[in-house]
């Protein structure tokens, strides 16, 4: 999100210091970055038209408030860390929207329901990789540096907990890797991969993601339901052709649809965008991060940990985010990323139900039995 935002802004910019006062721009797509650019180059006296293919601004900001669901729920974005540049989290608190710290260290069990201290040794064997891939003479992937530099060679024998060195690096793997990058190892490059985690002052939106885009849009003349089909860019302007068959033209265009539409080739540039654009859509890759959110009448599990994982086993879901901490409520969110997310997206919501319960498995705990009075003599 910071980065959609940071990269709007920069866009805005890049306009407004070649751009004569009062000239129209149009920008193509309402999410965070499309949003961050119009709602900049409005404030800065532009005439501004947002043009969006869907019926709904915000793109993948996808907040659901729905009567069966306690709080907004998303299906998109959660988590805002700090960053110097944009500061989005401290937008939140301007704007009300309720956020709340999120620990980075997650309470993890084994497939027994074990409780299990997480050691170093996937880490270790990450950074080991990494670090031997940026020996070599050309990038390749995360899993062709663990192979290569022979960091995947780990004994699958128990280490302690019914838990192998293998297993922990499968675990870093799936927990961390994939789940950041939205892709598996195997998609991952082994120079630009960063061997840590993510940030450790992450926090959790808990109050509507959803609600940083009114403000961002308020005044700015949209038009949705628009999917931009052909986008055609001389010296004296742009044109702009829309599904509808319409067409719309500005003095200057900003094109903030995702990577995976730049890839599919539905929207035509005329002409085509320069050779090292094209060659950059075409080498680049989309992640998926998919979230499944549950809701329960009473709580399964005893722990008070916002953020569960599972080592060992075979589950899809090994990476749970407990809201009841958070908000009081029994409501679980399962991550799935990579390629498991891909096979997942296929399946059936039964499938997809079995695979999140199977994955939950080590955290339910028996409710304890009432005692049965034993009868007077
Ligand atoms: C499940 C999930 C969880 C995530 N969690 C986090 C998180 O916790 N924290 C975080 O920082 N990031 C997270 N992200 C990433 C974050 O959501 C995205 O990086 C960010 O929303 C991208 O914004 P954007 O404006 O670049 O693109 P988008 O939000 O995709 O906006 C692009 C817009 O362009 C429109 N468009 C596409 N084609 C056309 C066309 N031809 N004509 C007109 N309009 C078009 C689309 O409809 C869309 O509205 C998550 C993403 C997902 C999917």
């Known amino acids: ?26 920008v193509i797509g309402a999410g965070i970055a499309g949003l961050s650019a119009a709602r900049f180059l409005k404030d800065a006296g532009f005439e501004v038209v947002l043009v969006e293919a869907r019926d709904r601004i915000g793109g993948r900001i996808d907040t659901v408030s729905d009567k069966n669901w306690p709080f907004p729920i998303e299906l998109g974005p959660s988590f805002v860390s700090h960053s110097g540049t944009t500061s989005l989290d401290e937008e939140f608190t301007r704007l009300g929207i309720a956020t709340a710290p999120f620990p980075s260290a997650s309470e993890t069990r084994t497939d027994a329901g074990t409780v299990v201290a997480v050691p170093d040794t996937g880490q270790k064997a990450v950074a080991t990789a990494l670090a031997w891939a940026t020996q070599q003479a050309s990038d390749m992937s995360v899993q062709s540096a663990l192979d290569g530099s022979g960091a995947s060679k780990l004994s699958t024998t128990d280490a302690g907990g019914g838990v192998s060195e293998a297993d922990w690096l499968a675990f870093r793997v799936a927990t961390v890797l994939d789940i ?3 892709a598996s190892v195997d998609h991952q490059s082994g120079w630009y991969t960063s061997a840590d985690a993510g940030a450790d002052d992450e926090r959790i939106v808990l109050g509507g993601y959803a609600g940083l885009l009114t403000k ?17 860019y001389r010296d004296t302007g742009v044109s702009l052709r829309l599904g509808t068959g319409e ?21 035509e540039f005329d002409p085509a965008l320069p050779f090292a654009h094209r060659g950059a859509i075409a080498d680049l890759g989309m992640g998926t991060l998919d979230k499944v959110w549950l809701q329960f009448d009473e709580p399964f599990w005893s722990t008070a940990a916002p953020l569960w994982t599972t080592v060992g086993g075979d589950e899809d879901f090994r990476v749970w985010i407990n809201m009841m ?6 409501v679980l969110v399962g991550l799935v990323a990579g390629d498991t997310a891909l096979r997942l997206a296929g399946a059936d919501d039964a499938t997809v139900l079995a695979a999140a319960l199977r994955g939950l498995t080590p955290f339910y705990v028996p409710p304890t039995p009432t005692p049965t009075p034993t009868p007077a003599a």
């Open 1 to 26: 999100m910071q980065g959609g935002r940071d990269t709007g802004l920069r866009a805005a910019r890049e306009v407004i210091a070649a751009a004569a006062p009062g000239e129209r721009i149009a």
């Open 180 to 182: 950041d990058a939205g």
């Open 216 to 232: 961002a849009a308020e005044g700015i003349d949209l038009l949705d339901s628009s999917v931009v089909t052909k986008l055609a």
């Open 247 to 267: 067409s719309l033209s500005a003095d200057r265009v900003i094109v903030t649809v995702p990577l995976g539409v730049l890839k599919s080739g539905v929207l």
């Open 325 to 330: 901490p958070l908000t009081g409520e029994p």
